[in-house]
T-cell receptor, first 113, second 115 residues
Framework: AQSVAQPEDQVNVAEGNPLTVKCTYS??????LFWYVQYPNRGLQFLLK??????LVKGSYGFEAEFNKSQTSFHLKKPSALVSDSALYFC???????????FGAGTRLFVKA | ETGVTQSPTHLIKTRGQQVTLRCSSQ?????VSWYQQALGQGPQFIFQ???????GRGNFPPRFSGLQFPNYSSELNVNALELDDSALYLC??????????????FGPGTRLLVL
């Protein structure tokens, strides 16, 4: 069965510091991996995805994520956090050739000024 | 903002009633997926429609049903509402079904409260 784990309910970081939001997955084969962000009272917004190729994926708003096949991880990173990055972040995975996307439970990022 | 819209934004129903939620996809997108997001959880996949046909379904009972129309707008219908159906319902459109690789564009959601 497919699953996604986001081990931290909340991540706290000071503005200007680097941030990491962790994600591990369990899917057979080579999955597609996604990060989405959700602001209060809004739907999810796409940040980035890994399809194939370079393990480091760059996305919107300065975010990037590193795919690590041996560790089955897809951690989200940003070199310098902004207060406006404070939101709920979801990692998601879908199986190649499938129709279903599985989301993690989410990690709340709090960036302090 | 994505071009995906949902209506209504909020809804209150009582147990046993039926509800219809609506979604208008982003222009040019032929695939729509519906998700249920309970409080404090990630979105759970309900089903996906591709060109007016159900393309796949998650672990939801048959009282959750859907439609996709020729203009690719979509409806989610839930019969015999239960208290646990209280959640944010999200629709997401994508350019094509493409075996899971497509980026999904989410609407703002409909918040359903079942009393």
């Amino acid at each position: 069965a497919q699953s996604v784990a986001q081990p931290e309910d909340q991540v706290n970081v000071a503005e200007g510091n680097p941030l990491t939001v962790k994600c591990t997955y369990s899917v057979s084969g080579n999955p597609y991996l996604f990060w989405y962000v959700q602001y209060p009272n809004r739907g999810l917004q796409f940040l980035l995805k890994y399809i194939t190729g370079d393990n480091l994926v760059k996305g919107s708003y300065g975010f990037e994520a590193e795919f690590n096949k041996s560790q089955t991880s897809f951690h989200l990173k940003k070199p310098s956090a902004l207060v406006s990055d404070s939101a709920l972040y979801f990692c998601a995975v879908s199986k190649r050739g499938g129709f279903k996307t599985i989301f993690g439970a989410g990690t709340r990022l709090f960036v302090k000024a | 903002e994505t071009g995906v819209t949902q209506s209504p934004t909020h809804l209150i129903k009582t147990r046993g009633q039926q509800v219809t939620l609506r979604c208008s996809s982003q222009s040019g997108h032929n695939t729509v997926s519906w998700y249920q997001q309970a409080l404090g959880q990630g979105p759970q996949f309900i089903f996906q429609y591709y060109r007016e046909e159900e393309n796949g379904r998650g672990n939801f009972p048959p009282r959750f049903s859907g439609l996709q129309f020729p203009n690719y707008s979509s409806e989610l219908n839930v019969n015999a509402l239960e208290l646990d159906d209280s959640a944010l319902y999200l629709c997401a459109s994508s350019l094509d079904r493409s075996g899971g690789r497509e980026t999904q564009y989410f609407g703002p959601g409909t918040r359903l409260l079942v009393l």
